[in-house]
Every structure is written in structure tokens, then in C-alpha cells.
């Protein structure tokens, strides 16, 4: 199990990093006077919602794919791409916060490594299935 230890600290992180999010979603809630169940009627708190939510919607997407990709190409390279998806998140959800139009440098950095992610793993799964 050693040799997944990257991909695991890497899950980890990312949960971390969604536990942050949430925080700022509830900070986002007291700054704005606009309490839980409230989701809309300021637009930073509304722009800070829906960044936590993407990233919640890209996770099941992400997480499978870095663990077959490591699973059955590289680990180290999953743990690489896995930091880059971190990363990228994190610099969507700050961007989105600011302005919209901020968010797409992360947000194609972090599709860009989920369909590297995912494709790989699809690809030598298919591979090995058929040799």
C-alpha cells in the first residue's frame, strides 16, 4: 500500500480542501446576513455557492479516475496530476469568488487533468482486458 501513499494524502487534501470551501460558504453566509437555508440573493454569496458545489460535482469524476490511473499506470504520476487538480480547484474557486470570468483558467486545468485522469485509466484498463 506504500507505493499509493501520494494518492492517498492527495484524497485527503482534496477533502480538506472541500471542508475549506464550505467554511468560506458559511463565513460567505454571516458576512452577507443571509443565513442558512438561503441560497441566492447576493451574488458573492451565490458565486461562492455554486464554486463548492462544482467542485463537489467534479469529485466523483476525479477521485476514480486518479486511483485507477495509479492503480494501473503510475502512481507517482496520479499523485502529480491529482496536485495539479488540487491546485487548480482551489485557484477556480478564488477566481470565481472575485469574478465569473476568473474561474476558467482553473476550471480547464483541472478538466484537463480529470480527462488525462480518465482517460488513461480507461485506456490500459481496455488494454490489459484485451492482451
Known amino acids: 500500500m506504500e507505493q499509493y501513499s501520494g494518492v492517498a494524502i492527495v484524497t485527503l487534501l482534496c477533502s480538506l480542501m472541500v471542508l475549506g470551501m464550505a ?3 458559511a463565513k460567505t453566509h454571516a458576512k452577507t446576513g443571509l443565513l442558512v437555508p438561503t441560497m441566492t440573493g447576493d451574488p458573492l ?13 467534479w469529485m466523483p469524476i476525479f477521485l476514480p479516475s486518479m486511483w485507477m490511473f495509479a492503480i494501473y499506470w503510475s502512481a507517482s504520476w496520479a499523485t502529480g496530476l491529482g496536485c495539479v ?17 476568473k474561474r476558467m483558467p482553473g476550471f ?9 485522469l480518465l482517460l488513461g485509466a480507461i485506456g490500459r484498463i481496455g488494454y490489459l482486458a484485451v492482451s
Do not use: D
Open 23 to 25: 467554511v468560506k460558504v
Open 45 to 57: 454569496l451565490e458565486r461562492t455557492i455554486r464554486a463548492h458545489m462544482n467542485t463537489i460535482e
Open 108 to 116: 480547464f486545468i483541472q478538466a484537463f487533468t480529470t480527462l488525462a
Open 85 to 101: 487538480w488540487l491546485l487548480a480547484r482551489i485557484a477556480y474557486f478564488i477566481g470565481y469568488i472575485s469574478a465569473p470570468s
